[in-house]
């Protein structure tokens, strides 16, 4: 039995794929330049990863590199505020005008007895809970 006239041309438009998917391989394989411009990393002095060689970096004084965290700035020593809250039992809290914070104080701390609403000057003392006010004198 003879093939019919579309089934020679199908075969025909098969090789004819088949040659051109050949062609386009090895076209793909001559100008391929996966792997040819390699990028190099270096590392620099820090450990980071850098593109720049080392000879083209500038250099470091190692010597002079501050380690840790940045210097805190010294606060000021007396702070002012108002007693919010003073109980029967000798503690209280002050508002902190700057940062309206509230910090603990017990009586002991304080030169004279303090009530309710009196400006005061303090100076803060960090404890295991928190701040405290201590050197608790009234305020003019």
């Known amino acids: 039995m003879a093939d019919s006239f579309s089934k020679k041309e199908n075969f025909k438009k098969k090789l004819q794929k088949q040659k051109d998917k050949a062609l386009r391989r090895e076209e793909r394989k001559t100008n391929n330049d996966k792997g040819k411009e390699t990028e190099f990393m270096y590392v620099d002095a820090y450990g980071r990863l850098t ?25 000021e020593a007396v702070k002012t505020g108002i007693v919010t809250f003073v109980s ?18 017990h009586s002991n701390n304080c030169a004279v007895p303090i009530k309710k609403g009196n400006k005061v000057s303090f100076e803060k003392e960090r404890s295991p809970k928190g701040f405290s006010a201590i050197n608790i004198e009234l305020v003019k």
Request: net charge negative.
């Open 51 to 75: 593109s720049t060689p080392p000879e083209e970096r500038l250099e470091v004084d190692l010597d002079n590199i501050q380690l840790g965290a940045a210097p805190i700035e010294a606060e």
């Open 88 to 105: 029967d039992k000798g503690y209280g809290f002050i508002t902190e005008n700057k940062t309206n914070e509230n910090i603990f104080f």
